[in-house]
């Protein structure tokens, strides 16, 4: 792998005698690693199922690595959102932002969505949930991995730092700042990037990572968390950005995570400083560990205010949410949805406690449970996804080596049982993946276009 010249000088000059090791640490294989989604499945259940040569990721319970021939992505669990794939470093992030049930928790960089899918799973449906991506095109994935994985109380939003901060003073339980950056840690993965890397690219992300961080602090509640993390090596984004940060605001302490023993302390001679705290923040290399180069520091918020922001109003008329009850009625069972928001014809059920959201650019406002189009109700794919088995009347559950499960992944109609009329869950192996329209013992195929498989 060929390096920029002026990338391995300063490498060099900060690692000294560890540079050569540094430097082996490029010819090492690629990592392969996923995320299993406890919104969709149970860890134990599946291990036991065999499909993939599975090795735990140290850090983080829900973690593994599989090997480079195995193709998880083309799994139908992929489509059902029993997995996340995503980089084992990267999944230290949220290990560290000690999220709890209830927590209101902001992603500021939030796409494609790996910290926010892994944050939906630590709420387990409760709390509130704010995944934001600056970058419009990359807002509409984020969105759609979180319908993927199943997330009922997410809302997505497409805004800057500065427009969140105005919405959201002092409200957040914990923040990530997953910060865009210069991206030293992913040449390994994404040799891409070196062409994109620069030493004054490096300082133009440090600039805008110090707006984004003040933003994040308007928005930290007082004994608020922030996860401070970047995937690159340069300390102008880490330890000296980190550092900055405190002195302007002394009312932060940074906090030692359990994990913090996988990973290489912070380094406070690389910030100039002495301040002995930075040691607490962590350096990911790939020459020490099996996941890419990161950093990743957490920041508590000893003293401020905590504000609460006024909730948006359910705006639906019972009256015109009818279809969809009487679809709840004939079709769900043992789940119930409240907090409704109709976006003309499009049925949101909003998380508890969300705030009005009238200023802001909003993808998906909670969990999209379908459309009523004059007196008919559809329900969504978004909805099929939160959905198990148990909540609804009919599922169809096909193998998930099998030939239906294929042909319903390509968007065929299938053949099923008579007795099934109407609305289906269709799921693999009793995960979701979508929905069946059932007439006459013909399953039509309502997997959404854009998400079918081609066999091309
Ligand atoms: C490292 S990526 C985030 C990855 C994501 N957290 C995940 O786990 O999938 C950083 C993100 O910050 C976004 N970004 C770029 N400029 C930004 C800015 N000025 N403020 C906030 N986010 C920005 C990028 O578009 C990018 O999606």
Redesign the pocket.
Known sequence: MVLPQDFKDKMKNLLKDEFDDFLKGYDKDNFYSLRINTLKANVQDVLEKNIFDFSPVKWCPTGYYYPVNQRPGRHSYHHAGVFYI?EAS?MA?VECADIQQGDKVL??????????TQIAAKLGGTGLQIS????PN?AKI?SQNIERMGVKNAIVTNE??EKLEKVFPAFFDKI?V????SGEGMFRKDPAVVNEWSLSQVEVCAN?QG??LESAHKMLAENGIMVYS??TFSPEENEIAVQKFIEKHPEYILIKPDVHKFFSAGIPQWADSNNADLCKTMRLFPHKIDGEGHFIAVLKKTVGESCRVKSAKSTADKKLLQPYFDFEKKFLKDISFSNFTLFGENLYAMPEGTPDLSKVKVLRCGLHIGEIKKNRFEPSHSLAMALCKNNVKQFISYPCDSDEMLDYLKGETLNTADDLKGWCLVCTDGYSVGWAKVSDGIAKNHYPKGLRISMA
């Open positions: 995503q990267a992030v992603d500021l960089c939030a796409a494609p969505g790996g910290k926010s934001n991506e600056i970058v990359r984020l800057s730092p990530i997953d910060a865009p950056c805008r707006h984004i970047t995937c």
